[in-house]
């Protein structure tokens, strides 16, 4: 079956430093790859979506990356703040046509 | 605010007992998801409809069952409830069936169970 997975360790940055978060997947080549954030409590807000003839996508201090061959995707923030604290989750569409949802991997940048 | 409208927001209820989860969508939106996530699973596909019909199923359990309006509002039922049913249930909306043209989905603020 079609798998996504993250780190499920917390990732703890510097303010200022890139963050860096991975999403792999297996069992599965789907053509569009979606990043979301999720602060506690509350419901998952869409950030990118990058297909999978794009290599890289960016938007002000986000960058995603999508390397078909790999089946991973990056997501970096540059120049990092303490807001920036949260957990972030990717997600593709399986190929039953549902939104599946990685474990998410919490960022938590310190001042 | 992302559009997404769900009620209640806080619900607490004994096991065994019954209750009905609320959502309107966004707007303009034909498609309505449904997801439970809890700490040790995460965020669990349930159920999608797309204007009116059921659309697409994930791992829903029986004992759970939704439904869309011609209003397009949507409802989530669960009975029978368990201490393992309490989660944070989201309702989200999209313009289009899931999987065409790489839809965005808005997610409403969830609707926190409480089994006891």
């Known amino acids: 079956s079609q798998k996504i997975e993250q780190n499920s360790e917390a990732l703890n940055i510097q303010e200022g430093k890139t963050a860096t978060l991975t999403c792999n997947y297996t069992n599965y080549s789907p053509a569009y790859l979606q990043w979301y954030r ?46 920036d604290s949260a957990t972030y989750l990717c997600a593709v569409y399986n190929q039953g046509g549902k939104l599946i949802f990685g474990q998410g991997t919490e960022l938590s940048v310190k001042p | 605010d992302s559009g997404v409208t769900q009620t209640p927001k806080h619900l607490i209820t004994a096991t065994g007992q019954r209750v009905t989860l609320r959502c309107s969508p966004r ?67 999209s313009v289009g069936p899931q999987g065409v043209g790489g839809n965005t989905i808005y997610f409403g603020e969830g609707s926190w169970l409480t089994v006891v």
């Open chain 1, 38 to 83: 999720q602060d506690p409590g509350r419901g998952p807000v869409f950030l990118l979506l990058i297909r999978e003839n794009e290599k890289e996508k960016r938007k002000e201090r986000l960058k995603v990356t999508f390397d078909t061959t790999l089946k991973q995707s990056l997501f970096h923030i540059t120049a990092s703040q303490p807001a």
């Open chain 2, 27 to 93: 707007s303009g939106d034909l498609s309505v998801y449904w997801y439970q996530q809890s700490l040790d699973q995460g965020l669990q596909f349930l159920i999608q409809y797309y204007n009116g019909e059921e659309r697409a199923k994930g791992n829903i359990l029986e004992r759970f069952s939704a439904q869309q309006f011609p209003d397009l509002h949507s409802e989530l039922n669960l009975s029978s409830l368990e201490l393992g049913d309490s989660a944070l249930y989201f309702c989200a909306s």
